[in-house]
Structures are given as C-alpha cells and as structure tokens.
Nanobody, 123 residues
Framework: QVNLVDSGGGLVEAGGSLRLSCAVS????????MGWFRQAPGKERESVAR????????YYKDSVKGRFTISRDGAKNMAFLQMNNLNTEDTAVYYC????????????????WGQGTKVTVSS
C-alpha cells in the first residue's frame, strides 16, 4: 500500500517560515518525481514546486521563487518544502504528490497524493 503523509503545516505570521515534510512508503522512491501542490479556498489545486527523481531538476511557481525550496532525501524516502518569507497569499492546503518516471506538473499527472497539510499565514 502506497502512503504519502504530509506534515508541518500550521499558523504563522507573515514573514515567517514553515517546513513541510512528506513521508513516502510503499513505492520505489527513487523512481518517482515529487512535487508540492496547494489549494486555496475556492481555487483550483496548483503546482508550487517539483523535483526530479534524482534531485537534479527543480521547478518553482513564479510567486514562490526565492522563498520556497523543495528537496528530497532518498535515504529516508522523504520530500520537503522549506517555505520562507510567507505571505497571506500562501495560505492554502498543501499536498505532496508523486509521479512515476516523471515530475508532477499538473493534477492529472499525479499518481499518488498526500492527505494535505494546512498552512495559514496571518497578516
């Protein structure tokens, strides 16, 4: 059984930081590109960041470039999203995503999802 468990969300003031974690089990982690999506109330789920299976390629949504960093740890089967200088527009539920032999660019490409972790940024 494949499981992606998201954690690390919470309430933070604008300008603060959070680190999201995704613990992966039940699949061959090295074969999967990983990503983080987010969904704000009333909006579609969108890709925020993604990383290739080998960690060599990363992509960020324009609005988070320079503030967010995606990473992965093959020894622990985990993916991370370090979020700095958060602002109120970052408020959303964040979802870890996995795609076999590729990076998850859009929702339909995702093979497996985490359950989501809520991030709330107060002004």
């Amino acid at each position: 059984q494949v499981n992606l468990v998201d954690s690390g969300g919470g309430l933070v003031e604008a300008g603060g930081s959070l680190r999201l974690s995704c613990a992966v089990s039940g699949l061959s982690f090295r074969d999967y590109g990983m990503g983080w999506f987010r969904q704000a109330p009333g909006k579609e789920r969108e890709s925020v960041a993604r990383i290739s299976y080998d960690g060599q390629y990363t992509y960020y949504k324009d609005s988070v470039k320079g503030r967010f960093t995606i990473s992965r740890d093959g020894a622990k089967n985990m993916a991370f999203l370090q979020m700095n200088n958060l602002n109120t527009e970052d408020t959303a539920v964040y979802y870890c995503a996995a795609r076999r032999l590729g990076t998850p660019t859009v929702v339909r490409e995702v093979d497996f999802w985490g359950q989501g972790t809520k991030v709330t940024v107060s002004s």
